[in-house]
């Protein structure tokens, strides 16, 4: 099966700065690649995602990469603000079945 | 739309006891999954359904069933619980498309005893 390394699991930025999480997967048939924001005690939602067939995407302050060749994707966070402060989490999917990467604990000093 | 929804949000057991966990969904979604999130370890796929009337095993599933009801509904039964199920568990459902997003229901919070 499918096998989602996320990096770091901690992640502490001043205010303004940018902010980088990278994962990795392992099954090169994954074709799709979400990422999800995870506030305390709240369900995770969807924030930006990328297609097998697209290198890189951006919506605002917030883009994504991808190699497929080296099989991985990471996410940037631009001019970070107090209320990015969340858990991230990446995802790869093959036939809507969806693998998670264990999180990334974005911490945004004020 | 109500979107997803789970009942019920909190829920405390004692070993060896049996539950259910409801999940529906008012999207029209052919795709339903359960997922358990423990600290440290993201979600974990328990088991999925890709449309109604099928079903199918995830990362995790020993110690759980699942029953896809309906198009709407995929519920998942604990029949012996164990300390090592507690946990919080998501429903979501995407539709049938490869690029399709998730939506997650709110959670709920289990604790077995």
């Known amino acids: 099966g499918e096998n989602v390394e996320q990096h770091p699991s901690t992640l502490s930025v001043q205010e303004g700065d940018s902010a980088v999480i990278k994962c990795t997967y392992s099954d090169s048939a994954s074709n799709y690649f979400p990422w999800y924001k995870q506030e305390l005690g709240k369900r995770p939602q969807l924030i930006i995602d990328i297609r097998s067939n697209v290198g890189e995407k951006k919506d605002q302050r917030i883009a994504v990469t991808l190699n497929k060749t080296a099989k991985h994707f990471s996410l940037h966070i631009t001019e970070t603000q107090p209320e990015d402060s969340a858990v991230y989490f990446c995802a790869a999917s093959r036939f809507n079945k969806f693998y998670f990467g264990s999180g990334t604990k974005l911490n945004v000093k004020p | 739309n109500a979107g997803v929804t789970q009942t019920p949000k909190f829920q405390v057991l004692k070993t060896g006891q049996s539950m259910t966990l409801q999940c529906a969904q008012d999207?029209?979604?052919?795709?339903m999954y359960w997922y358990r999130q423990d600290p440290g370890m993201g979600l974990r796929l328990i088991y999925y359904s890709a449309s109604e009337g099928t079903t199918d095993k995830g990362e995790v599933p020993n110690g759980y069933n699942v029953s896809r009801l309906n198009k709407r509904e995929f519920s998942l039964r604990l029949e012996s619980a164990a300390p090592s199920q507690t946990s919080v568990y998501f429903c979501a459902s995407s539709d049938a498309g490869v690029y399709s997003e998730q939506f997650f229901g709110p959670g709920t919070r289990l604790t077995v005893l």
């Open positions: 999207m029209n979604h052919n795709s």
